[in-house]
């Protein structure tokens, strides 16, 4: 990820769209903020645990996500989420509840007994790309867990995409873990990029036999377009901020422990 932020033309530019699109759509511009940047990181899903790895395993991260047992336990942090919000709610704000979720996970990491953890966790608090993808793969488990609990998501996007994975992801896999094999940057770079123009694809076809509703259709039409219209530029740009904020957020619930732990 660019982590070069916009400059204030940009901004501007950036912020005139928005408003335009939240006029057409008759929604507030945070309502248009959040859906384009939920629909960005939905539409980059991949589609097992152990593609997002980054300095810390994907499994790694999803386990700690989840909680764990054992010598070095972790509380599972979706259910710390849902002893504020309930299913329905959650499901209203997945990209804040996906924020939350992710600086739980830090706190819950860095409360553990494990200070080879600690240790891997503070590194990539201080990494953008680790942040993004953690982020990616919150928004991702909240997904499957709403799913799991038969919700309708909001985002049709990440609704149907979560589902097209869970139902089709073998006719795409081959390449992408080939290329995590080799371990060749170039080859996982274009195995991604294959991975994503094969999953836009397998989704279309996906919901062409659902035969899903009108008003369903309506939303996931509104939702590419707004990411389309505000760029996966633009958005990468703008999902710093919220990776900056998530930082912040961190380090002020665990300074003080951060410096006695380790």
Known sequence: MDTQMVNNNDFNNFKSLIEALAISYEKKPQEI???????HLSNQILPNYKHYKHIISGITQARIIKGRSGKYSIVNNIDLIERNYDLDSINENILDRAMDLVVTTFDSVYESNSIKMKKAYSVALNDPEFLYINLSLSVKI?????????????????HYMTDAIKNEKKKL????????????????????????????????NYLSKLNI??????????????????????????????????????????????????
């Open 33 to 39: 903020f959040k859906i384009g940047v939920l629909t």
């Open 142 to 158: 909240l997904g499957e867990h709403l799913r799991n609990n038969n919700i309708d998501l909001s985002n049709k996007t990440l």
């Open 173 to 204: 896999v081959k390449n992408i873990i080939d290329a995590y094999i080799t371990g060749i940057e170039t080859d996982v770079t274009l195995a991604k990029r294959e991975y994503h123009n094969g999953m836009n694809e397998l989704l279309n």
């Open 213 to 262: 509703s009108v008003h369903d259709a309506n939303i996931f039409g509104m939702e590419q377009n707004i990411a389309r219209r505000l760029s996966q530029t633009c958005l990468d740009d703008f999902i710093l901020g919220l990776l900056i904020e998530m930082k912040e957020r961190v380090l002020e619930n665990n300074q003080l422990q951060r410096q006695l732990s380790f």
